[in-house]
């Protein structure tokens, strides 16, 4: 819950900023990672720069990478974490032309929060999960979520806190639709996150 609390309203923020770039197209201030909320604060807070090669003739490459993103999110593949990683590797902006499954889905969690939760190295741990793609993954994350006493007790949880909630999502309930489900995702990404084995 602690962890879910110092980091809900700046996820809020990177989600709403995010569906503003699906519409509005890339600006500068996406590209400034000193710009609270803005994608390249994003990625460096998330801690997936390290995907992204950042070698002189590839200053750009963070641009690419929304560019290469915003393509892909108007196609009818727009949930498709390891279509995106395969993009994203094809286009030359990886080190070592890797897959970056985990970025992609760090990148369209922000898209649709309502549906994706990151993939990274703890929550696999937490779900048991050996395996390299996001749709193996997501098996695993949707019987972890849609598991009964799972759902009851992140509920009850998160309702215990939810006077601490209502003044973070007052400021985003005008831009981001059904927030329950997004603050639901979150919080069950925080406890994959924080890892399972001590629960």
């Not at 990177?14 to 519409?23: D, E, V």
Request: charged letters at 30%.
């Amino acid at each position: 819950l602690g962890s879910f609390l110092n980091y809900y309203e700046s996820d809020l923020e990177y989600i709403a900023r995010f569906q503003k770039i699906i519409y509005r197209g890339i600006n500068d201030e996406d590209l400034d990672g000193k710009k609270p909320g803005s994608f390249k604060a994003f990625i460096n807070e998330y801690r997936v720069a390290r995907n992204i090669s950042s070698s002189a003739e590839n200053e750009n490459n963070i641009k690419k990478l929304l560019e290469i993103t915003q393509k892909w999110i108007k196609s009818e593949n727009a949930n498709d974490v390891d279509g995106l990683a395969e993009a994203i590797c094809k286009a030359g902006i990886t080190p070592r032309n890797r897959t970056p499954v985990s970025l992609a889905s760090k990148i369209l969690m922000l898209n649709n929060p309502w549906e994706i939760l990151p993939m990274d190295s703890l929550t696999k741990a937490s779900l048991k999960y050996s395996g390299t793609t996001y749709s193996g993954f997501k098996i695993e994350l949707d019987k972890f979520k849609d598991n009964e006493i799972t759902r009851n007790l992140l509920t009850h949880q998160l309702a215990e806190i939810g006077r601490y909630l209502s003044p973070i999502e007052s400021q985003f309930k005008h831009c981001l639709k059904d927030i329950e489900t997004i603050r639901y995702n979150r919080y069950a990404d925080k406890v994959l996150w924080v890892g399972l084995e001590n629960k």
